[in-house]
Structure formats: C-alpha cells, structure tokens
C-alpha cells in the first residue's frame, strides 16, 4: 500500500478533527444553526450555555480522541490489542482526566471502570455497556489492519469487552474498524467502505453479551439511504437526525457517522462540517466519520491550517500523534 503512512497519519488527524469540530455543536440541528447563523466552518469554543462543553477552547479535542490516542499508545507498547493494554489504557484516561468528576465519562465507560477498580473481571465489566464509546475510542484498531477488514473486527471486539461487552455496543466498534481497514487500501471506494461497515456491524453483532438495541447494520444502510437522497445538504442532515439519530445509542452514532462519511464523499473536512451541523452527539459523530474520511483520504487532505491547530492544542499535544501514526505503521507492516 503506496499511501498507508499518509492514511494512518490522515485517520488520527480526522479523527481529531472531527472531534474538536463537533465539540461546540448543539443538541438539536436547528439550535447549532441558529446559534452559528448557518453552517459551522471552523474550530469554535464550546458556548457558555452548551451542556457538556461549556468552556472549552477552539480546536479541543474530546474523551473520543483522547481515548482513541491513549489505546493507541497502549496497543504499540504492548506489539498488539489485547484486553490488559486496553484495561490500562482506559483506567489510565480515566484517572488522568479525573474521570470520578468528569462530564466527559460516558455512562459504560464509567460502570466499566468502576467495576475494573472494584477488582471484578475484565471478560465481564462491560456486560451492560452499549453505548457509542467503544465505536469512538476503536479508529487505531482499524488503523493497524490495512486490507484487513476481519483482524480489524476480531481486534475491536478485544477492545470493547471491558467496557462495552454487549453486542449492540461490539456491533457498532466493529463496523468502524473494518470501514477503516478498507478505507486504508490504495483502492478503496466509497462503497467498499461502507461495505466493510456493513460486515462488521453483522459479525460484531453476533458477539458479546446479548442486549437490547436497534441493528447498526439496518441504521448504516439507513442513513446512507438518506446521505445519497435528492434533497438539499440541510434537509437530508435534518432527516439523518430525525430518522437514524444522534444520541449515544450506538445504532444511531455509528449510523450517521456512516452517513456524514457518505454525504461527504469521504472528505474529512466537509465531514466535519455536516457532522457539527447534525448535532447531537456530534463531536463523535464527527470523529468516527473522519477518522474513516481522514483513512480513505490522507492527511493531504485535510488543510495544514487545521492540522497547525490542532498541534497547538495543550491536550492533543500530550499525545504526540505523528509518533503514534509512526508506530501504527511500523505494526500494521510488520504483520
Ligand atoms: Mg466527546
């Protein structure tokens, strides 16, 4: 694979970029519309009266990179995904960014911590966890699978199980995993994406504890339905909101993220822009379409002017992330 360096190095920056993009969106699309006069078309702080991001600075990545970042790290110092580096990875986010107090910490991620402090087991802290952060976090376990869409599944199902054991939860990591191991191939298409996502949201499904939920197989091929529909950009992302949704349900998350990534023909930063418009949850909506769009593309296209950004940020500086994209490379082409 010719680009495979630039591809990894474009996954971590969409995904960063998608994140910090979303970060300042609201809850319902007409609400981020109003409070922005339109489309959001840069880094903006989160607003004074915004839920979560309430006083955050332009161009803050979220819990999604950052944890994204920090299993990345833990998978390069342990040579591969397996459940004690993502134990230590995620307690490790968790304490570093005073998890206990944090608003940041989704509600699986917490019970699953919490149980892993308790001292229970690993194979069954995340028994109930269905929520979106399995599939936010995993974008590095597609990243070291290029071409390999079925490591790519069997490696995010390792990467849910503390947290996020359930298969409505290991259906939407595993979608995401494999969009981006294709995604990373020289000649990847739109379709063999969204594909790859429609295979690991069946096979994941079949994993894990049994649960309650929506399929993300049926909610992908949804809002893609939609994403390809006739009417304007703002209509269909209305649709996408009312029909697949926004919210931590990860059916929906995984959905419109698949749908962002098609409306935007795979590039990482109108992905971002449709994502933030879609609000709801949409600094992961934003970062799981970039990180595929960031994957398929290449860091050549997101603009230097947004990767400087990014850099200068205190948060994302901790990760290094140029370093991290080295040593993803270095074990994807060791396989
Ligand atoms: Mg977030």
Redesign the pocket.
Known sequence: MKRLKEKILGGLYGQALG?AW??PAYFDPDQTWDAYGGWIEGFLPGPDDHE??QGLPAGRI????EQAFSLARAYIAHGGVTLEATVEAIVDWYDRTGGDTSK?V?PSTRRGVQALKRGEDPHTTGRMGDTNGAA?RVSPVGLLHPGDPMGAIEDAVISCIPTHGTNVAISGACAVAAAIAVALMDDATIDAVVAAGLLGAELGRQRGNPWLGASVTRRIEMAVSIARSSSDARARLRSMYDIVGTSLAMPETVGSAFGVFVMADGDPQQAAIYAANLSG?A??VG?IACAIAGAYSGIEAIPQAIIDTLNQDEIMAQYDVPALAEGIYAQAVKR
Do not use: E
């Open positions: 994140d979303g970060m979560v991001h979220t819990d999604d990179s940041y989704g936010m949850d600094d992961t970062a």
